[in-house]
């Protein structure tokens, strides 16, 4: 079965801070990732997407940056961070073959920027 | 363009008592829909889904979701909610392609 690690699940940054969270899924190959922002009482924003290595869109204009080194590794990362880079950042796969592109999701990672 | 609206950002309900959250879509084609749910600190965990092949769609839990294309609408429901239905939940639309949208949720309050 296919399962989606999300670390670390809690970060408290000061602004201008740098930040790299990591995105891996396990027991699938060349899925499709995803990283949303969840902010408080809001909805989900997507940020980016990645069909395969080294193949990433932006979705949203912003100081944040998004890789993908290997198949099943997502990382979402930052230079510098802003207060309102705050929320609860999930990333998520879909099987590239499945035309609803039904997302599974990961744990999230609560990231609090002070 | 696509959007995803759910109808009350707060439900309350009695244990045992029926639970409707409602969803509306707005889309040029019938899209494929969702619905997620999320307890606190955690995830989105997919409930059930709609992908043409029946109207009526029975999800995990005890949910049901009904595609009604006349109305745009996909309203979750489940005849007796229990304490652990207490989360927040998600609509979700895909017309196909990379971009999901989802809704802004809608918290459900279960009363003892």
């Known amino acids: 079965s296919q399962t989606i690690h999300q670390w670390p699940a809690t970060l408290v940054q000061p602004v201008g801070s740098p930040l790299s969270l990591e995105c891996t899924v396990e027991?699938?190959?060349?899925?499709?990732l995803y990283w949303y922002r969840q902010a408080a009482g809001r909805g989900l924003q997507l940020l980016f997407y990645?069909?395969?290595?080294?193949?990433i869109s932006s979705e949203v204009p912003q100081n944040l940056s998004a890789s993908r080194p290997q198949d099943r590794q997502f990382i979402l990362s930052s230079k510098k961070l802003l207060l309102s880079d705050s929320g609860f950042y999930l990333c998520?796969?879909?099987?590239?073959?499945?035309?609803?592109?039904?997302?599974?999701f990961g744990p999230g990672t609560r990231l609090t920027v002070l | 363009a696509q959007s995803v609206t759910q109808l009350g950002s707060h439900v309350s309900v009695s244990e045992g008592a029926l639970v409707l959250l409602r969803c509306n879509y707005s889309?040029?084609?019938?899209?494929?829909l969702f619905w997620y749910v999320q307890y606190p600190n955690q995830g989105l965990q997919l409930l059930l889904k709609?992908?043409?092949?029946?109207?009526l769609v029975k999800g995990i839990n005890g949910f049901e979701a009904e595609f009604k294309k006349s109305e745009t609408s996909f309203h979750l429901t489940k005849p007796s909610a229990h304490m652990s239905d207490a989360a927040e939940y998600f609509c979700?639309?895909?017309?196909?392609?990379?971009?999901?949208?989802f809704g802004a949720g809608t918290r459900l309050f279960v009363k003892a």
């Open positions: 998520a796969w879909s099987v590239q073959a499945d035309s609803t592109d039904t997302q599974y």
């Open positions: 027991g699938t190959s060349n899925p499709n």
């Open positions: 990645s069909v395969g290595i080294g193949q």
């Open positions: 889309s040029s084609v019938p899209p494929y």
């Open positions: 709609y992908t043409s092949a029946a109207t």
């Open positions: 979700a639309a895909n017309t196909g392609g990379f971009k999901t949208i």
